[in-house]
């Protein structure tokens, strides 16, 4: 059993930044590629990003490439989603996810999700 617990949400001005965690309570983190989504009012949830267990491989939606950054510390079980430059169109419920060593951004590949964190961009 993998359990995730996403923080760091929060209500922020546009053009301002956020850094989401996601503390991932498994044996070896490390075995565990993690994957942060998004689902915005009245849209289907949608990958963001997502990194590899090693850390050396990482993958982006174009809408986040150049504004968000994922990484992790395997040595504190924590995955980190940076977000920087936020627009009134990232406000949605952050969540992590894993499919185990799957470094995934579809939903259907997803085996434990955590039960996000709200970002709210607004002036």
């Known amino acids: 059993q993998v359990q995730l617990v996403e923080s760091g949400g929060g209500l922020v001005q546009p053009g301002g930044s956020l850094r989401l965690s996601c503390v991932v309570s498994a044996s070896t983190l490390d075995s565990y590629a993690i994957g942060w989504f998004r689902q915005a009012p009245g849209k289907e949830r949608e990958g963001v990003s997502c990194i590899s267990s090693s850390g050396t491989s990482t993958y982006y939606r174009d809408f986040a490439k150049g504004r968000f950054t994922i990484s992790r510390d395997n040595t504190k079980n924590t995955v980190y989603l940076q977000m920087n430059s936020l627009k009134p169109e990232d406000t949605a419920l952050y969540y992590c996810?894993?499919?185990?060593?799957?470094?995934?951004?579809?939903?259907?590949?997803?085996?434990?999700w955590g039960k996000g964190t709200l970002v709210t961009v607004s002036s």
């Open positions: 996810a894993t499919g185990h060593r799957i470094c995934t951004m579809r939903s259907s590949q997803v085996d434990y």
